[in-house]
């Protein structure tokens, strides 16, 4: 029983890699007012009489998914070519597809994790700021701080239990 369950799951895994297919093939060859509809979400929603929301899941995951062509009509690989494998496989579903494209929406840039000293300075389209020197500093404060805020601690504690001790 678990060997047939197994596969069916299989089966089940690998139909939306040939969604992909479809859904790229439709929104290529066709617009949504051609088909009566305003937008693609509501063409699928309303002729699989699914929610609007899961439309534009479908929609998505066939964009990142699915085969793509260039300008040319050259075909291109999927945004994802080992996601799109993997389900194409039957080894991950919908939920780690999700997954996998929240994880990448949240995943920050080269650029923004650089956090190296840069001797120019990007701020907007036309403004620079380049650095006049580079000084090399020991920062470390933290500790003449920590040292003035016992002292102060120290000496409230004093000052208002001065009558008792």
Do not use: C
Request: aromatic share 8%.
């Amino acid at each position: 029983m678990l060997t047939i369950t197994d596969r069916l799951e299989a089966v089940y895994r690998r139909q939306p890699a040939v969604d992909h297919r479809l859904l790229q093939q439709l929104t290529a060859h066709t617009t949504p007012t051609e088909l009566g509809a305003t937008s693609w979400p509501l063409v699928v929603s309303t002729r699989l009489r699914i929610s609007p929301g899961e439309a534009r899941r479908r929609l998505d995951d066939a964009e990142d998914l699915g085969p793509r062509a260039a300008i040319g009509g050259q075909p291109l690989p999927p945004v994802r070519p080992h996601t799109a494998h993997a389900q194409a496989a039957g080894k991950i579903g919908a939920e780690h597809v999700h997954i996998i494209r929240r994880f990448f929406a949240d995943l920050p840039d080269a650029a923004e994790s650089n956090i190296l000293p840069r001797d120019e300075l990007k701020f907007g389209a036309y403004t620079r700021v380049t650095a006049t020197t580079v000084q090399r500093t020991n920062m470390e404060l933290w500790r003449t701080l920590a040292v003035i805020g016992l002292g102060v601690l120290l000496f409230e504690w004093w000052w208002y239990h001065r009558r008792t001790v």
